[in-house]
């Protein structure tokens, strides 16, 4: 039976292995998959002994994407753009690596949330890995404009500098919060750690624009402090980021397996046994 697993630190919260066997079972694919704890300081040397024992591939989920990226001995172009990466492939002539983040981030908005970002004006809050990992993608489905804010204004304008060449159709700005008065989205994407500590970034109320969709990377049982501020400034739609953890995953599946799971049913399990647990 060919082995999978996700690696992170911590990781008993992870839900990957309850994805992916759903996925196994949906398929027909005999296949294992597991959580391993990785250790701070010896990720290189634990992804090593998985593959060697026999391991095809693992996600790589917090705090090791960036190790997962110099680890890697080919990287596909989305890893490349995001500098990151949540999917490793153990094949014969090295470790092969992908970010499927960004991609289950549009999966899940245009296809779960029926919400195009073509023409639309998209916010992204944070600047940090999560953000990075989904930006190149959000560019590529041509919104209108793309602005990034941050408690820090310099890392979004940081962040906003690398990924300028791949700007091809979109307006591109960033700075801090602060500036982001007297503008209004369409689409607002929260990828800060925020909600972690049950906080919303401080943005102005009025950045909802009509009919604006609020979402967060994070999820939960309940609305998540975010989602909560959204609401309660107007937005007319919130999304938490279980769908997009779905997604990414069945995309991570694709690679592996060469098989796409459907993922409808998948996601509204997981969303039952939230609201059950």
């Given amino acids: 039976m060919d082995r999978y697993a996700v690696i992170g630190n911590p990781i008993a919260h992870s839900k990957s292995p309850q994805i992916h066997a759903a996925f196994a079972r949906q398929t027909g694919q005999a296949l294992s998959y ?76 245009t296809r779960n949330l029926n919400c195009p970002l073509a023409g639309q004006r998209v916010l992204l809050l944070g600047a940090g890995g999560a953000a990075r990992g989904v930006l190149h993608p959000l560019l590529a489905e041509g919104p209108a404009q793309v602005v990034v804010a941050n408690r ?61 969709l609020a979402y967060d990377m994070m999820y939960g049982a309940q609305p998540t402090a975010f989602l909560k501020a959204a609401a309660g400034a107007g937005a007319a739609r ?16 694709f690679l592996w397996r060469g098989v796409r799971p459907a993922t409808a049913e998948v996601l509204a399990a997981l969303r039952a046994g939230l609201r059950a647990g």
């Avoid at 960036?66 to 990287?75: G, I, K, P, V």
């Fill in 34 to 109: 597991e959580a391993i704890l990785g250790p701070m300081h010896g990720f290189a040397d634990t992804v090593r002994a998985f593959a060697a024992s026999g391991g095809r591939g693992m996600n790589v989920t917090v705090p090791f994407k960036l190790d997962a990226y110099d680890l890697a001995d080919h990287l596909s172009e989305r890893a490349q753009a995001a500098g990151a990466v949540n999917t490793l492939s153990f094949r014969a002539d090295g470790i092969h690596a992908d970010n499927t983040d960004g991609c289950g981030l549009i999966r899940d908005l």
């Fill in 152 to 212: 820090t204004p310099a890392r979004a304008r940081e962040l906003v500098e690398r990924f300028r060449p791949l700007c091809t159709h979109s307006a591109l700005d960033g700075g801090g919060f602060d500036a982001l008065a007297g503008q209004t989205f369409d689409v607002l994407i929260n990828a800060t750690a925020a909600s972690l500590s049950d906080e919303a970034p401080p943005v102005p109320a009025a950045v909802y624009g009509p009919g604006a």
């Fill in 238 to 253: 919130g999304a938490d980021g279980l769908g997009m953890l779905v997604e990414q995953a069945a995309e991570s599946f």
